[in-house]
């Protein structure tokens, strides 16, 4: 049944790179089995079970609104201020959620990486593979929200997935790095909950980017998620939102190094995992 | 027949740090707490180049070195040597889990490890769940689960339970199910590092006989146990490793022999302290500990095993004055059950030493009837309720082996203590029975 020269393989120190991108492919299924996992084990024993992935985000845009739509009076630009937070909650919450499970990912299957080999990068993936689930419930609710005021998106809303894949990017590089610096720091266990806490603010998730002056809207972009912010509202909410083209480029930019520094680092400290963890 | 898999100049080393204990003696809290100040304002600085800072105190350790030899299809080599031999980290080195510091190695097929049962099964899921999902841990496919499953259940015998999360499982059925998975692996080479031991007696069989299957079917099977028994039963051939290097290979047989002879020779269970983990306030340090099986006749004998008697022999030296202190003697097994706690106080005597004088402590656990298996000893000094002096948790490991007399058939039965007994048959007449009915 078995043509065993499929899986000759030699184990040299420093060597191991070389059927990496093969054993990748072969071990597909585990991918799919560990985010399979992660997705049934999140609400078990829960009350409200998946409607936890609906009330996060829906609590959040409701006091968003509340305090920059209507105390701090900020600019809509013509759209409803639910869904222009709502546009930017979803994207945000992803990288989110991506960024704190990945980043711990790790250490969570500690046991897994001490006794298995399967090419470690599956792990943090498959992590960000379940916050893109709870993405996607939460897409829904965005789509509920529309139907309620009755606001009808246009063609671009069909670019979304474009700056879907720009936030995975963004969130699967960050995770990739965090999660290989947490194995030998556990510093980062402390440092990720707060990058997510204090990103929330200073990413224009509860006001349109447009408030930001224009001298430092390049600087602003610096922050990925200002790019792919910008561009979730700019397909969803459509109209007179416009994309500021600088600093879009900017944070893809910004998304694409992360990514591959992420990537890099993940691949040159993986082999000591077991030895460290 | 070819080489499944052929080793070249194998060699792993590790790098320990330890504090260095003449200062870590005498250090205050506040130098603890400036010193960790210092260390996290410069990872947080630098948090990639602390690495280059230099360590206060590291030592090379080579797990293994300089291992060479050829594996040939259909052969299942066991692998035997003390603790910290290397016999692990070869496993581990071999599923691709550690890399080797130097040497090569090149493998003729897939390779699956049965390091430990059970990794990856997750508590919440149910039977049928983790079934799929150790598979795919382990490395089969979908289909390749799919296409067992029903094997798989069969052998872990829990068809009823497939729908229960195994937590509610009980420990025998979690293990069961869990060995299931793992021995229905279709890989041309099986690693097994110490899983035998699992499960009920009648369990244990079928384990053993499903080695046996996995072995006739022409797969290259590589074993590390500590259980004689098992290796002789199962290998074909047999490796010993010590200090991480290869001492000597051939038949069971002769491999056995010559690692229980050499345990015999060398001071068995000696062990120096001075770079053990201690805890305790340091007013007393353990400096070593050594063990000696000895017989009933208070000679040594060759190994541990039920019924014989254990010296230790401790030296401790005071750095402060001691008055009225307990020794302690502890074993725990491999759970980390203490099982032995042997002290002074019970026996109404205590240890005083002046600054810096050493005592030696002996103390003589008679008719020890431990289950064949491995036990680290652990140590104490101090008064109860007022202060440790010192203390050590593993001070020393020793194996314990089924005594030759009492023992017919060595499988690894569960249980602690290996009580003597008789037993005595008689067959009950039909009649009887129906009246006592």
């Known amino acids: 049944m078995n043509d065993k020269t499929d899986f000759t393989f030699v184990i040299e120190a420093g060597r191991t790179e070389r059927h990496y991108w093969k054993d990748l492919w072969s071990y597909r299924e585990l991918f799919y089995f560990l985010a399979w996992r992660d997705i049934l084990v999140r609400y078990k024993q829960t009350a409200i079970g998946v409607s936890w992935s609906i009330f996060r985000p829906l609590l959040t845009m409701i006091v968003f ?213 | 027949m070819s080489s499944v898999i052929t080793i070249e100049n194998l060699g792993k080393k590790y790098i320990l740090s330890h504090q260095d204990q003449q200062k870590a003696r005498y250090l205050a809290l506040r130098d603890v707490m400036t010193r960790s100040v210092k260390n996290l304002g410069r990872k947080i600085i630098h948090p990639l180049s602390s690495e280059k800072q230099p360590k206060p ?114 420990s025998g059925m979690y293990v069961r199910l869990a060995f299931a998975v793992a021995a229905h692996l279709e890989t041309e080479i099986l690693l097994v590092d110490e899983v035998l031991a699992v499960g009920d007696v009648q369990f244990q069989k079928k384990c053993l006989g499903k080695m046996d299957e996995v072995a006739s079917d022409g797969k290259t099977v590589l074993l590390v146990s500590h259980n004689m028994a098992t290796i002789s039963s199962l290998s074909t051939k047999c490796i010993l490793l010590d200090e991480g290097r290869l001492i000597d290979h051939g038949t069971p047989q002769k491999i056995i022999e010559t690692f229980q002879k050499e345990l015999s020779d060398t001071a068995f269970g000696q062990s120096d302290l001075s770079h053990a983990d201690h805890y305790g306030n340091g007013r007393g340090r353990f400096l070593s500990i050594s063990m000696r099986p000895v017989d009933k006749k208070a000679e040594t004998l060759a190994y541990a095993e039920a019924g014989c008697d254990l010296e230790f022999e401790l030296v401790v030296k005071a750095y402060t004055d001691l008055n009225s202190t307990t020794v302690a003697l502890t074993i725990y097994d491999q759970q980390g059950v203490r099982i032995i706690d042997a002290n002074t106080l019970i026996q109404g005597k205590a240890l005083t030493l002046k600054k810096g004088d050493k005592a030696a402590v002996k103390f003589l656990l008679k008719n020890v009837r431990l289950k064949p298996g491995v036990y680290t000893a652990g140590l104490w000094l101090g008064i109860i309720n007022q202060f440790d002096a010192d203390g050590v948790r593993y001070a020393t490991t020793f194996n314990m082996e089924a005594s030759r007399e009492d023992t017919l058939f060595s499988a690894p039965f569960p249980g602690i203590y290996a009580c003597e007994f008789e037993h005595d048959i008689k067959t009950i007449d039909v009649e009887d029975a129906m009246e006592s009915d």
């Open chain 1, 65 to 277: 609104t509340i305090i920059f739509g209507k105390l701090a009076r900020m600019p809509s630009g013509g759209a409803p201020y639910p869904i222009l937070v709502f546009a930017a909650m979803l994207p945000w919450q992803f990288f989110g959620n991506a960024l704190a499970e990945s980043s711990n990912s790790l250490i969570d299957n500690a046991n897994m990486l001490t006794k298995v080999y399967f090419p470690r990068l599956i792990v943090p993936a498959s992590a960000v593979i379940v916050a893109l689930v709870d993405f996607l419930i939460s897409f829904v609710l965005l789509l509920l929200l529309m139907a309620l005021y009755r606001f009808v998106p246009d063609w671009r809303i069909l670019t979304l997935p474009l700056f879907l894949l720009m936030a995975f990017f963004a969130s699967f590089g960050c995770g990739m790095w965090l999660s290989a610096l947490n194995v030998k720091y556990r510093d980062f266990r402390y440092i990720v909950p707060f990058i997510v806490q204090f990103g929330l603010y200073i990413s224009p998730v509860g006001f349109s980017s447009d408030v930001v002056p224009d001298k430092w809207r390049l600087l602003y972009s610096l922050n990925p998620m200002v790019g792919v912010i910008d561009g979730f509202r700019w397909a969803i909410i459509g109209g007179e939102s416009r994309i500021y083209l600088p600093g879009f480029i900017m944070s893809v930019v910004v998304t694409l190094l992360v990514s591959l520094v992420g990537i890099r680092y993940f691949r040159k400290t993986e082999r000591q995992f077991a030895d460290i963890i």
């Open chain 2, 57 to 170: 105190n590291h030592e090379e350790f080579w797990a293994l070195r300089e291992i060479s030899f050829d594996i040939r299809q259909g052969e299942r080599l066991g692998i035997i040597g003390r603790n910290g031999a290397g016999k692990s980290t070869l496993l581990k080195i071999l599923s691709r889990i550690t890399e080797p510091t130097t040497g090569k190695v090149r493998c003729n097929g897939r390779v699956a490890s049965l390091l430990e049962v059970g990794t990856g099964f997750h508590p919440e899921l149910t039977g049928r769940e983790n079934i799929f999902l150790n598979g795919a841990i382990l490395g089969m496919s979908r289909e390749e689960i799919k296409r067992k499953f029903d094997e798989i259940v069969d052998f872990a015998e829990v068809e009823k339970f497939l729908d229960t999360p195994v937590k509610r499982y009980s």
